[in-house]
Each structure stands twice: as structure tokens, then as C-alpha cells.
């Protein structure tokens, strides 16, 4: 199948998604792709791509910069939310035809779970102003970053510390992508023939690397260090025990004990954490990558 090239605008483009997204888009060598960046900011692009820099709150820099673009990717910080709603109404007043807004994450369709994380629920209403205003969103579902997340001990797997905290046994699996992945999985979507492309329209598309338990993945850590359960200290925790302590730490206001709450979730029936079933990468050769390949390059970044 040939790719489809298209006009497509990103914002965030040197951000940690948008790194790995860019290049992947620009790869496919057929898209004119232009990067959207604030007035003040110090990012500098790779060639190949053009660079409009100005001002969120100007709606005339914005419309014009997204004038005649097919696609907007918003790869904004997550504590730059602020700035998506003047995104999203710039871009469906230029006639921009989809618009990928700041999902990169969780699986939109569990809906137990968008309810009890506060990041979520502001995800899905900025899904709803694209719909409100006339707009199609298309969200990009990746859940947490492999190896970003196991990079920064999020998966409850303490890599240096050799510290593993199981929820609920670590046995049950989800689906994990790396960073790569995502940047990869975006550009084929990206590349579609419109009627493909079109099918995505309001609806999610699933990139994964892994379908993984927890125990998995510290059996690669094990794997890749040369070490057993008898180096590490490992315990098991209840999912409902991890949340409770988590919300008794975040009403004495420490905000960052969210973290746990949240990435144990995925590993709950029924809260999204596994949506193999709904993958159709093969079509793009996208295959399970090899976990101990990444682990060993997380290993290697990190020491
Ligand atoms: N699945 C996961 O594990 C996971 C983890 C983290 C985030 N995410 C998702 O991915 C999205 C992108 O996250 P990221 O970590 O890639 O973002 P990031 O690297 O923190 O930032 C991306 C870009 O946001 C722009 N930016 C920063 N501060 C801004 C401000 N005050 N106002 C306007 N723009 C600002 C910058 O672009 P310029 O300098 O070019 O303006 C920056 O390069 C998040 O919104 C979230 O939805 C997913």
C-alpha cells in the first residue's frame, strides 16, 4: 500500500512524543509537514519541515498557520493544556480535517477508568469541544510509555534500587508501547487513504509494542541484569490497597502519589489496560518488538 501524503501540522514536535513522531512523519517522505511552536520557545526542528513560531492567544497566527492543513497533531506538555482549546477552534476554522488531540495514553473507551483519573476527564472534554465545535478528533491510544515509564520506575519495577512492588500478582497482562511505536504507528495512520483514514473519525486508533504482564516485564529487567527474584525486594499489593494509599497521600497534598494509583489501574478488569483485541497493526508490519532489546537500552541510557 502506498502512503497517502498530507499536509500536517504538529505542535510539540521536539517534545518527548514529539520527537520520536516528527522524524517518523517526515520519514514517510511524503507529507509536507509544518511545526507549530510558541513565539518564545527555544526549540529548534530538523530540516524538511517548516517552522511557523507565534503566539497561542493570536487566533490570526493560528488559522493562518493551519490554513490548508489536513491534519493537527497536538503533542502539547501536559501542563499546557490551556492552550489546546485555542488549538482545536484555530484549526476547525481553517477547515483542518482531523485533529489528533493530547491522548497519547489511556484507552478512551474505558470509561470506569476516564471517570476516576482527573487527566482523563480533561482529555475527553477536550475531545468534546473538537465535536462541539464541528470538528473529528482521532485519538492516538499508546497507554503508558514503556520505556519511558519503566525508565522512571512507574510501573512499580525500581530498575536501580532492585525494588519490584506486584499489583494484585503481576499476572495480569496489558499492552505497553515504546516511545518509537507511537512515532511509527502515528505516521502509518497518518499515511492511510482517506477512506481509511476516515474510518478513525471520532474513534481511537491502539499502538502497542507489548502485551505484557508485570511479572514479564521484571523477568526482562532480571533477564537483561543477569539477576533473580532473590536480588530483588519484591512485594505484592492489592490494586484497591494501592489506590487507597495512593488518595490518602494526595488529600495530605502530595500530588505525585497519584502515579502509583494510576498505573496499577491499567492491571483492573475492565479498566483498559488490555486492549489486544482491539490492535490491527499487523496490516502496517508493525510485530511485538523485543522487550529485551528495549530493556537493555533503557539500561544503558539510564546508567
Ligand atoms: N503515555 C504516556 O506514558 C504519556 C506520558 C506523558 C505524556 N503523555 C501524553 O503525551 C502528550 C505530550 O507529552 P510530552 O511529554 O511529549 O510533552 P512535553 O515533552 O512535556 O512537551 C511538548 C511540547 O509542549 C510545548 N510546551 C511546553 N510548555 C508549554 C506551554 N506552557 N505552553 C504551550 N506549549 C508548551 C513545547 O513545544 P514548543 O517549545 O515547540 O512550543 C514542548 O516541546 C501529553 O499531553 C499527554 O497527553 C503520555
Known amino acids: 500500500m502506498s502512503p497517502q501524503g498530507r499536509k500536517i501540522a504538529i505542535v510539540g514536535g521536539t517534545g518527548t512524543v514529539g520527537s520520536v513522531t516528527l522524524p517518523a512523519l517526515l520519514a514517510k517522505n511524503v507529507h509536507t509537514i509544518t511545526a507549530i511552536s510558541r513565539g518564545d520557545s527555544t526549540a529548534t526542528f530538523p530540516d524538511g519541515c517548516i517552522v511557523k513560531k507565534g503566539s497561542y492567544e493570536d487566533e490570526d497566527f493560528l488559522v493562518s498557520a493551519l490554513q490548508g492543513q489536513d491534519v493537527l497533531v497536538i503533542q502539547l506538555s501536559r501542563f499546557a493544556m490551556d492552550a489546546q482549546a485555542p488549538l482545536t477552534r484555530a484549526a476547525v476554522k481553517a477547515g483542518v480535517k482531523y485533529i489528533l488531540p493530547t491522548e497519547f495514553g489511556s484507552d478512551i473507551e474505558a470509561l470506569q477508568m476516564v471517570e476516576e483519573q482527573l487527566p482523563l476527564r480533561g482529555k475527553a472534554e477536550r475531545r468534546k469541544l473538537v465535536e462541539e465545535l464541528g470538528g473529528t478528533w482521532i485519538a492516538v491510544v499508546n497507554n503508558p510509555w514503556f520505556d519511558w515509564s519503566m525508565n522512571q520506575g512507574l510501573w512499580g519495577i525500581d530498575i536501580k534500587a532492585r525494588k519490584a512492588t506486584l499489583y494484585g500478582g503481576g499476572n495480569t497482562k496489558i499492552n505497553t508501547s515504546t516511545l518509537k511505536r507511537v512515532g511509527e504507528g502515528v505516521a502509518e495512520l497518518l499515511s492511510l487513504p482517506e477512506e481509511e483514514l476516515a474510518a478513525y473519525k471520532n474513534k481511537a486508533f491502539y499502538i502497542s509494542s507489548f502485551y505484557v504482564t508485570q511479572r514479564e516485564m521484571l523477568e526482562s529487567v532480571q533477564r537483561v541484569t543477569g539477576t533473580t527474584d532473590k536480588d530483588w525486594v519484591i512485594e505484592d499489593k492489592e490494586i484497591a490497597q494501592v489506590a487507597k494509599e495512593s488518595d490518602e497521600e494526595?488529600?495530605?497534598?502530595?500530588?505525585?502519589?497519584?502515579?502509583?494509583?494510576?498505573?496499577?489501574?491499567?492491571?483492573?478488569?475492565?479498566?483498559?489496560?488490555?486492549?489486544?483485541?482491539?490492535?490491527?497493526?499487523?496490516?502496517?508490519?508493525?510485530?511485538?518488538?523485543?522487550?529485551?532489546?528495549?530493556?537493555?537500552?533503557?539500561?544503558?541510557?539510564?546508567?
Open 250 to 303: 494526595v488529600k495530605k497534598g502530595n500530588m505525585m502519589a497519584m502515579i502509583p494509583k494510576f498505573y496499577s489501574a491499567h492491571f483492573r478488569e475492565g479498566y483498559g489496560g488490555d486492549f489486544n483485541h482491539k490492535l490491527n497493526l499487523e496490516k502496517f508490519g508493525l510485530a511485538e518488538e523485543d522487550i529485551d532489546a528495549v530493556v537493555k537500552g533503557i539500561i544503558a541510557s539510564s546508567s
